[in-house]
């Protein structure tokens, strides 16, 4: 019987963020390797295990998986996260690129100038708020159903909640406008395995700090 996955990466989000949402949301217990100093990382480096000399590394299945998009595609595959044909597939692909790119918005909020925050800050809202929300209340109103794609959940329902919360995180009424938006954040929020990952306790992590990125510079 195959062990857990086990995760490497730092003790915060980052780009690991999403693979443990997925992990969690397929009900798939998972162990971490933390890299908490620089000699850690290089360690890892030395070893010949990270192909591109960086984390994020899923150990998984028999492989050493590194690269955001190729881990998250490998599990949502696995686990039936990742539609039922190849325009589905293509469909959960562009929505998930989309739900990223808001995502590293507001993530690089953390490493900006003290004197550059406030507008970049006022730019991270108003881009999800004219750009990004409104495509996937649209999405949600002409598709008619519970899930972005095809009638059941996938990557992309996953990547997208991850997004509207921490959008939320920045302003609390940021979906006051999408209603479907809403509704869509409460269902999701409440499929078990997503519930339970919300929870106290549980892997996900808070918002990456300063301390954290200085292992990487």
């Known amino acids: 019987m195959a062990g857990k996955p086990k ?8 780009r690991m963020e999403s693979i443990r949402w997925l992990l969690a949301a397929a ?4 162990e971490e390797q933390l890299i908490e100093t620089k000699e850690d990382l290089e360690k890892l480096k030395h070893g010949g295990d990270l192909l591109f000399q960086q984390v994020p590394m899923v150990e998984m299945d028999g492989m050493k998986m590194v690269q955001t998009r190729a881990i998250l595609n490998y599990i949502a595959a696995k686990y039936n996260l990742y539609g039922k044909d190849v325009k589905q597939r293509a469909l959960i692909d562009m929505y998930c690129e989309g739900a990223m790119d808001l995502n590293e918005l507001k993530k690089m909020l953390h490493f900006k100038p003290a004197d550059s925050k406030e507008k970049e800050f006022a730019n991270v809202i108003e ?3 004219t750009r990004y929300f409104p495509v996937f209340e649209k999405v949600l109103k002409d598709h008619g159903q519970n899930y972005l794609v095809g009638n059941q959940l996938s ?12 959008a939320e995180e920045l302003k609390a009424d940021i979906l006051s406008k999408f209603p479907l938006l809403k509704a869509f954040k409460e269902r999701i929020s409440n499929i078990p395995t997503v519930k339970k990952y919300l929870q106290p306790g549980s892997q996900r992590r808070p918002p990456a700090d300063e301390k954290a990125m200085k292992i990487f510079a």
């Open 7 to 14: 995760l490497y990466y730092f003790n915060g989000r980052g």
């Open 27 to 30: 009900g798939v217990e998972f």
């Open 127 to 129: 881009k999800a708020t």
């Open 155 to 166: 990557r992309a329902d996953i990547q997208l909640l991850e997004t509207i919360l921490m």
